[in-house]
């Protein structure tokens, strides 16, 4: 008896793992004009950028700089100079001026074009997580955002590092999502990692880069593994890779224990910070200002915290801004300081939130009407809170001069003053001298190009309440003696000392005798509100300087 022919069964197609692609399209408006609307914003801010290229170096700023140049010298970290600050933006900085120049100019150039890639990487990465709609809007936010005075962005600081390497992170895993091989799961952790050295609190960020690769995983039918298990291996190896790198560098020069006293062991009782009342009350007075200068921005922001929950993204989509966007809040709140420019890591969640509220909108305005211009809408509105921004801070985007600028920002902080102050150093000295400055003013040994007689270029942590104090004052003492420095700057500065109550005064008992009897006094500079006057030499030891905020320098007896 014969078997009746029998209709091969047709195999299942494999159904392909979820990516983190857009539910649903509306029309698009073209390639030509997300580019054109995104090389505008790059235009515009770069042009506001351009004009703030000489601002001096605060502080921070000069810490980078003295560090970075130490670097070029052939100086490891934390031989000559002591922070609680991982080296990677010193090291960014270093790169920088090796291209553009050792001055404040090619530093402040150097982040114009890294703020450029950062926007474009946004672009990118949530064009490919999300749509161009969102992309843009998202870029656009963080392109005028970071460039404000809210958020000190005209100033050379680690959070830009930290968000460029971030923004290359996204992307890294817009094409894991696409393609979950461990080539951009490795990728992705390496570029956290970068971020991380760059500072410490991108720490939340390789958070984010772990747990999505996890979300990846577990949005599968059938959940596998053995894949996520290699990929988060490769990711953990990457992250790890450039501290592993950093750690061997210092350990071959010496400096490891150093290293991991002051980025580790200090930087632990720094990090308890404020108490929970104090740091509300900084959040508020931090966050006034930005809410009034980009208000629209802000409440898209909250706006999409809302609407993300009703878009019609993917669930893994909706997960991913809300991670994303938890884990860029928190690298804002370290020892609950809530500094200005703590919140440029926040910037690419504002704008991608706002984003997603800015795509919710006219997706529901598009059921009630087909007129095509309505996707145009959220760009309109964003440029019109970008004129309205600038509008309302004309002098700083138009006006006034970048040592206006400085000194509106930064008040009587010496940061005008330091270039004339290192100026005289360097014309009376030699490059072999050293230099001792009493205060936290490194970027004047940055300008002096002088070494300094101490690695204690912050002297904040000698007045902190915290169990090294006294310990760290001895040390900066005895540096200073062994050193013999041709000048000391002493800085009568209160912001460059934010002594607390309680807090021995050993350094101070021990400079006033030790400059009595090594040392005269060669320089006076007086800060007021409108003027700074400049006494040198003779005029300078017949001074009697009346302001607040005075630094007097001392030059070593014959």
């Given at each position: 008896?014969?078997?009746?022919?029998?209709?091969?069964v047709?195999?299942a197609?494999?159904?392909?793992?979820?990516?983190?692609?857009?539910?649903?399209?509306?029309?698009?408006?073209?390639?030509?004009?997300?580019?054109?609307?995104?090389?505008?914003?790059?235009?515009?801010?770069?042009?506001?950028r351009?004009?703030l290229?000489?601002?001096?170096f605060?502080?921070?700023?000069?810490?980078?700089?003295?560090?970075a140049k130490?670097?070029?010298?052939?100086?490891a970290p934390?031989k000559?100079?002591?922070?609680?600050?991982l080296?990677?933006?010193?090291?960014?900085?270093?790169?920088?001026m090796t291209?553009?120049?050792?001055?404040?100019?090619?530093v402040?150039?150097?982040?114009?074009?890294?703020?450029?890639?950062?926007?474009?990487?946004?672009?990118?990465?949530?064009?490919k997580l999300?749509?161009a709609?969102?992309?843009?809007f998202?870029?656009?936010?963080y392109?005028?955002?970071?460039?404000?005075?809210?958020?000190?962005?005209f100033?050379?600081?680690?959070?830009?590092?930290?968000?460029?390497f971030?923004?290359?992170?996204?992307?890294?895993?817009s094409?894991?999502?696409?393609?979950?091989?461990?080539?951009?799961?490795?990728?992705?952790?390496?570029?956290?990692?970068?971020?991380?050295?760059?500072?410490?609190q991108?720490v939340?960020?390789i958070?984010?880069g772990?747990?999505?690769?996890?979300?990846a995983?577990?949005?599968e039918?059938?959940?596998?593994?053995?894949?996520?298990?290699?990929q988060?291996?490769?990711?953990?190896?990457?992250?790890?890779?450039?501290?592993?790198?950093?750690?061997?560098i210092?350990?071959g020069?010496g400096?490891?224990?150093r290293?991991w006293f002051?980025?580790?062991?200090?930087?632990?009782?720094?990090?308890?910070?404020?108490?929970?009342?104090?740091?509300?009350?900084?959040?508020?007075?931090?966050?006034?200002?930005m809410?009034?200068?980009?208000?629209f921005?802000?409440?898209?922001?909250?706006?999409?915290?809302?609407?993300?929950?009703?878009?019609?993204?993917?669930?893994?989509?909706?997960?991913?801004?809300?991670?994303?966007?938890?884990?860029?809040?928190?690298?804002?709140?370290?020892g609950l300081?809530?500094?200005?420019?703590?919140?440029v890591?926040?910037?690419?969640a504002?704008g991608?939130?706002?984003?997603?509220?800015?795509?919710?909108?006219?997706t529901?305005?598009?059921?009630f009407?087909?007129?095509?211009?309505?996707?145009?809408?959220?760009?309109?509105?964003?440029?019109?809170?970008?004129?309205?921004?600038?509008a309302?801070n004309?002098?700083y985007?138009?006006?006034?001069?970048?040592?206006?600028?400085?000194?509106?920002?930064?008040?009587?902080?010496p940061?005008?003053?330091?270039?004339?102050?290192a100026?005289?150093?360097?014309?009376?000295?030699?490059?072999?001298?050293?230099?001792?400055?009493l205060?936290?003013?490194?970027?004047i040994?940055f300008?002096?190009?002088?070494?300094?007689?101490?690695?204690?270029?912050?002297?904040?942590?000698l007045v902190?309440?915290?169990?090294f104090?006294?310990?760290?004052?001895?040390?900066m003492?005895?540096?200073?003696?062994?050193?013999?420095?041709?000048?000391?700057?002493?800085?009568l500065i209160?912001?460059?000392?934010?002594?607390?109550?309680?807090?021995?005064?050993?350094?101070f008992?021990?400079?006033?005798?030790?400059?009595?009897?090594?040392?005269?006094?060669?320089?006076?500079?007086d800060?007021?509100?409108?003027?700074?006057?400049?006494?040198?030499?003779?005029?300078?030891?017949?001074?009697?300087?009346?302001?607040?905020?005075?630094?007097?320098i001392?030059?070593?007896?014959?």
């Amino acid at each position: 008896m014969t078997k009746p022919n029998k209709k091969p069964v047709p195999k299942a197609k494999k159904v392909p793992a979820k990516s983190a692609r857009v539910a649903f399209q509306e029309k698009p408006l073209g390639n030509a004009f997300y580019w054109g609307a995104l090389g505008t914003f790059i235009f515009l801010t770069s042009l506001i950028r351009l004009r703030l290229l000489s601002i001096p170096f605060e502080r921070d700023e000069g810490e980078y700089a003295y560090i970075a140049k130490l670097m070029l010298k052939g100086i490891a970290p934390f031989k000559e100079a002591y922070t609680m600050k991982l080296p990677g933006t010193s090291a960014m900085y270093a790169f920088l001026m090796t291209i553009f120049g050792q001055t404040n100019i090619g530093v402040h150039l150097g982040v114009l074009l890294m703020g450029t890639g950062t926007i474009l990487f946004l672009y990118l990465a949530f064009k490919k997580l999300f749509n161009a709609h969102v992309a843009l809007f998202a870029a656009g936010v963080y392109a005028f955002m970071s460039v404000s005075p809210t958020v000190l962005g005209f100033a050379a600081h680690a959070t830009h590092f930290i968000t460029f390497f971030v923004a290359i992170a996204l992307y890294f895993l817009s094409r894991f999502y696409e393609n979950r091989t461990i080539l951009w799961a490795g990728l992705l952790g390496l570029m956290l990692g970068l971020a991380f050295i760059m500072k410490q609190q991108a720490v939340f960020f390789i958070v984010f880069g772990g747990i999505s690769i996890v979300m990846a995983s577990a949005m599968e039918k059938p959940f596998r593994f053995k894949p996520l298990f290699f990929q988060l291996v490769v990711f953990t190896a990457a992250v790890l890779l450039p501290y592993g790198i950093l750690v061997l560098i210092l350990k071959g020069a010496g400096t490891f224990d150093r290293f991991w006293f002051w980025t580790m062991t200090y930087a632990g009782k720094y990090a308890l910070g404020l108490s929970v009342d104090d740091g509300v009350k900084e959040f508020i007075t931090r966050f006034k200002p930005m809410l009034s200068e980009f208000t629209f921005f802000w409440l898209a922001f909250f706006a999409g915290i809302v609407f993300t929950f009703f878009s019609r993204f993917t669930k893994q989509q909706k997960l991913l801004v809300l991670l994303f966007s938890l884990c860029a809040f928190l690298t804002v709140c370290p020892g609950l300081y809530f500094r200005r420019h703590y919140f440029v890591c926040f910037l690419p969640a504002v704008g991608l939130m706002g984003g997603v509220a800015m795509y919710y909108l006219t997706t529901w305005l598009s059921r009630f009407s087909k007129n095509r211009y309505i996707p145009l809408l959220p760009f309109i509105l964003l440029s019109l809170a970008a004129i309205v921004a600038v509008a309302g801070n004309k002098n700083y985007y138009f006006s006034s001069t970048p040592n206006e600028i400085c000194k509106q920002q930064y008040g009587n902080n010496p940061f005008i003053e330091s270039l004339q102050i290192a100026d005289y150093i360097k014309k009376n000295s030699v490059a072999t001298d050293k230099i001792a400055v009493l205060g936290s003013e490194p970027q004047i040994s940055f300008y002096a190009d002088r070494l300094s007689a101490s690695g204690y270029i912050y002297t904040y942590p000698l007045v902190e309440i915290q169990p090294f104090n006294q310990q760290m004052q001895e040390e900066m003492a005895v540096e200073i003696e062994k050193s013999k420095p041709k000048f000391i700057v002493y800085c009568l500065i209160s912001a460059s000392w934010l002594g607390k109550v309680g807090a021995p005064d050993t350094i101070f008992n021990w400079f006033n005798s030790y400059a009595n009897i090594n040392y005269e006094l060669t320089g006076v500079v007086d800060i007021y509100n409108d003027q700074t006057i400049y006494k040198w030499n003779e005029e300078a030891a017949a001074y009697q300087p009346n302001s607040e905020q005075q630094i007097k320098i001392y030059k070593l007896k014959d």
